[in-house]
């Protein structure tokens, strides 16, 4: 029966795996972390699909891709179907040759027919839908109507309304009297018309057509027009005369034809009985006699749906118009539902945009900003790797191997021991900062104010082309930061062996040449990794650069940060290539991204990885586990001072934040037009579209040049971690590199930063991206045309695929119009109508100019157009108080046609250019291609992947095997009475130390056993381990340099102070005169004092190593006479290192590794 406190997860699909097991982090007792054995991962069981293509694992099966030229799925039918027209061999003509090369062509006419069509259907919108539902002659102008009835002293005719109040009347009829019966009636009957007045009725001879208008017999008024109605002193308004519907239907007699009022008494009264054969007379009786009144006898129907009573509406209109329906038609009123209907929802998002905008500013970033205040929580360690993670079966607090061993020593350490005094607890050998450190490794949880409010942070900067100053600018920013050298660990990686155009050295060389390399690395040694690319570039070889980098000057001080140069150097089958080692910017951030993964999750390394591990540790005096924060910079950015420390604080401040941007602006904003142009455009995109997707918490693109992410996160009990940037399904899908579609080439080889928010934000949308206006940076924008053109091409194709796949995801923030995915869409839409717009835009400005608007419904279209130009500069007033700013918006606004046709055009039609055009170009280079391979199967056999136990052990017998190297070398060189390990006769010619390099800090035990690791290797168990030529040859124990920094528990220091213990007269009395590493002769007088012990690598938090063993000296041998060297090798002496005597017999005695070669140093 399992415990109560074991839990089974869903089975794996792989049956030969063990099921999921796990046990919670933190315990109902008490504050403790507890792991059950897990050797797999049980959240990558639930995760979701590759975005692109699954993954190829070293050593799995082999996924077969399929090739889409031999695939007939919906989108290659219809590219077919758009592109019928250009048959294979046109295309071969036209300089596509291959297959690939032209069904990427294909589908870039089909994207581009698809972005044709939503343009059509935007300019349809705009300025056709009006005209077809309200054409000219059936829309109305309500201003040009007066209401039946609600003017005093007016009558109508012909359909005018005209003012009778001052009239004179003839005598036999009398205006007023009718005025007064309904003000506007119709008097049109009453006047004399003759049947040539009627030019529509002279082809028809039906009665209606030809019978006599007047009303009776004789018509009391004169002919309506100028020369009766002066004599009557009545004046025309100019108003039509309106009716509602109610009111044709109360009125005898009155019908609708087309919105037209015809008043037909006169017609029924001059033929009161039915016309036989006569059609249109027919109809006029249905319509006046059988038609209920109150639908007010609209006839447009009847008469248009018959050819013979079609041919009558001209003419009855003529004749018996009395006025208009001053109701708009149906198609006239959804013409303008839709039209206030865009206006709330256009007007609605660019005043919510802008409102939220302003309160992001102004207040919500405000609050991200501010230092961390709840540091006295205990949390989880960063030593404890997250739930899923490769841990041992005898590991229950989940802590790391390399944690582990110094655990294991500890322990050892604490147990008394009969030969030696030993203090009870391993705490109390440690000494000052390291006993903070210990107490990190030992618990579990910690905390939060071990750490502290500066959180290890790793800056990324990747260079390619840069000349010097560029990267030496960007170098000094971050090393200028106000934020502890202690804390950030400058990450340098170099693309290849390449030289920048222009420039005398290699990017390589500038970059090694800043470095104030450490010795105790040495030269490094290329290794191999996994690089991303295909066929032969799946593979490559870097070199690892330790050191410092050093920033002194006015501007940021002095600093001197940790700094590791990577240098991506190529297989040696590609020494004569162009650009060695190359294998794009994406595969830069990998190289960190995969490290990170594996020291998570203690996944298999590779060489290059476990070189870097080492070398960071030293660097910093901590594992990279430590490490929760990434920041990565272009190598042409300067970051501002204050700007590292922004961003953390924003990560302390909200868990959830999974990776946050700075405001870039530009550093050479003058330079030229191309440089003005941009800098409105570069503010907007940040306070404006940047503000308001952080509302939201889904900042869209995270840009390259100036960007930090979390590497993994507290969950909300501090109790374990939440792996991100090195989640394996983030390092799975932004590592393809078998892309076949078209879509899959613009999502991976043109955008990094933005594919890299878009599997982010896949993978977790409930987790935030955010931008933060107080942090900033600078950089060097285009200032030549085509290098813009190049570069904006790459940004919109890679906007338009990336939010291709943002817009399927369903549960990002917010719900229907105020959600995060109509956003997506919005911007989506936006982008792919580009071009039409700003035609429409200046189509609208030119109407306006020739006919200004005269109605509130005419003026809706120029007050969106305000709206979405001048909101964006009052947003520039009130956030940056700079009129400036307003200069360069009209630059911009003036360069509307660049931004808004020119540019998206260019990018939609070069949908199937893959490269990187004139951005980044290298010495000798006409354009710029990806990072392809020549095809071949990689199966990933050749780059060793082994787990951190593996590679160290491999190490130690590495160290193990030059020390007997170099021990029988120097007994063959000196003899066999001499002592290998003596640096006073181990001399050449020159006097000087033969093993010097070599000598130093003993190597001890590790601190683990071959029952600590899951996967132990079975080859690591030969002597001659074959890994060790892929282990660096250096020994950063040696005793010749400075331990590594103490950064951990520095809070420590003070109380170690205090509690120190002084030395007595005595006691310095007996060291002067026998030495530290003496022992008293004859039981003499021993001092209390001891050297404080240099901490060995092989402690993660610098616990103090065992003692190194009693030894064999050559001084024991009674026949040796020492012989004075010209030079004495004093590192070990100078380091405090005891040299001990061997005692009575029978005693252990241990080789240069310790106890792990016992007897192995005796002679």
Known sequence: MPPPDFYPLPDSSNASLP??????????????????????????????????NPPTLPGSQAVKLTDPSSSWDAWRIFSMFITFWAPPVFLRWARIPDRPSQQAWREKVALCFIALLMGAGVGFITMGLDRVLCPVTASIDLSRYSKLGTEPGTLGIAGWQFNISAATPPANFDFFTYAAQQPGQDITPYFQRGYPNFPACQSVSARFANMNVCNGTTCPLGTPDASSFGPYNIHNTSLVVGYDWDQVAAIT??????????????????????????????ALRTVLRFMPGSSGRDATMMFYSRPNLKTAVPCLKERYYAGSIDKITAGCFISMLFLYTSLVMIMGIVLTRFAMACIFNWFISEQLVKPPKNLSRTVISPAVMPEGANVTVDNETGTAPWTARGLKKANKLSKPSAKTSRPSSPNSMLRGPAAAAAVAASQPLISAAQIGAELYTVCLVTCYSENEASIRGTLDSIAGTHYSDKRKLLF??????????GERISTPDMCVGMLEADERFGDPMPLLYGAVGTGTKRENRAMVYAGHYGAYSHVYGKHRTPTLIIVKCGMEKELNDPKPGNRGKRDSQLILMNFFSRVTYNDRMTPLDFDMFRKM????????????????????????????????????????????????????????????????????????????ESVFGGVTCLPGCFSMYRLKARKSADDDW??????????????????????????LLLGEDRFLTTVLLRTFPNR??????????????????????????????????????????????????????????MDLLGTAVLPVSICLTYTLIVNMIIAPPNSFEKAIPLMLLVAVIGLPAILILI???????CAWMLIYLIALPIWNFVLPVYAFWHFDDFSWGETRKVEGELKMQSHGGIAATYDGTSVPLRRWEDWERSRLRKLKRDERRRKEFERMQFGPHLDPFSNLHAVNGNGNGIGAPFQGREVVDDGYDSAMSDTVSIVSSNEDDQWGTQIGGYNENSTQYPPPPITLGAELDDHFIREAKTVGKEELEAMLEEGFDDRPANGGFSPQYRVPPVPSLDSKYF?????????????????????KPVGEASAVRSQGHARQRSGAAGKPHYGPLGPLDPGGGRI
């Open 1103 to 1123: 616990v103090q190593a065992p003692p190194a063993a009693q030894r064999y000296r050559l001084e024991d041998n009674p026949a040796y006479k020492p012989i």
């Open 879 to 885: 956030t940056t108080r700079k009129f400036i700013y």
């Open 617 to 692: 540790q030293v660097l910093m005096g901590v594992t990279p586990d430590f490490f929760e924060l990434c920041l990565m910079v272009d190598a042409d950015t300067r970051v501002d001072p204050i700007s590292l420390k922004q961003l953390v604080n924003c990560m302390h401040h909200d868990r959830l934040i999974m990776g946050v941007c700075g405001e870039t602006r530009l550093a050479n904003k003058r330079q030229s037009w191309v440089t003005m142009i941009q800098v409105y455009e570069y503010f907007i995109s940040h306070h404006l579209a940047k503000a308001f």
């Open 722 to 747: 939440v792996p991100l940037l090195c989640k394996p399904e983030i390092v799975r899908d932004y590592s393809q590199s078998d892309v076949t579609t078209l879509h899959q080439k613009n999502l």
């Open 253 to 282: 007699d009155y019908m609708v034809i087309d919105g037209d009022v015809l008043n037909m008494q006169p017609y029924l009264q001059f033929n009161p009985t039915p016309i036989a054969n006569d059609p249109v007379d027919q």
């Open 492 to 501: 340098v990686v170099c693309d290849g062996m390449v030289t920048g155009s």
């Open 768 to 825: 935030k991206m955010i931008f933060c206006p107080q942090a900033k940076c600078h950089t060097v924008a285009p200032d030549k045309f085509a290098v813009l053109l190049s570069q904006r091409r790459r940004w919109i194709n890679s906007t338009v695929h990336n939010l291709m796949e943002l817009v399927r995801v369903r549960n990002l923030c917010g719900t229907f119009c105020f959600s995060m995915q109509f956003v997506v869409f």
């Open 19 to 52: 099921i999921h097991t796990r046990q919670p982090t933190r315990g109902a007792a008490g504050p403790s972390v507890r792991r059950a054995k897990t050797l797999v991962k049980p959240e990558r069981s639930v995760a979701p699909a590759p975005l692109i």
